[in-house]
């Protein structure tokens, strides 16, 4: 009687173990519901990483690769390389877009400079805090919706 009580515990606690594991495979990052920044825009004569429906409210991160990656570096290299070189970055933002550890690490101080959660992810905060490099004109802080 007593193995029996110990089966019937121990599959209890199997099922259990498997429901909650299902669970956690089942749930989607935040992330996932936000389009990736696969492309950018010319807005007023200032590019920005956009979805490839145009919506700026869109993420990059470590891994991902395309035009709005190559953007994205280019915002940090024109518009925040002096700043990177002041505080001794030692590493130069390269445009080959590619989101790797240098362009995480770069974009990580420019959100700590500007005062929003460092996690070297791109997404809508930062996307609407940072600055944006025009095409003919200086970087400039635009604030789309």
């Known amino acids: 009687m007593a193995m029996n009580v110990l089966q019937r515990v ?79 970055f030692p590493y130069k933002v390269e445009n080959d877009g590619d989101f790797g550890p240098i362009t995480r690490e770069a974009l990580r101080q420019v959100q700590k400079a500007e005062g929003i959660d460092a996690d070297g992810v791109y997404g809508p905060v930062t996307a609407h805090t940072i600055m944006i490099v025009g095409t003919n004109k200086p970087c400039n802080y635009v604030n789309y919706v």
């Not at 956690?24 to 990483?49: D, F, I, K, Q, W």
């Open 10 to 88: 121990s599959k209890s606690l199997v099922a259990i173990s498997v429901g909650a594991a299902s669970c956690l495979v089942l749930a989607e990052p935040a992330a996932a519901a936000t389009p990736v920044c696969s492309t950018y825009r010319n807005l007023s004569g200032y590019l920005a990483p956009t979805s490839s429906a145009g919506s700026r409210s869109c993420w990059l991160q470590r891994g991902h690769k395309g035009d709005g990656v190559v953007v994205l570096q280019t915002i940090l290299d024109i518009c925040y390389g002096d700043y990177l070189d002041y505080i001794g």
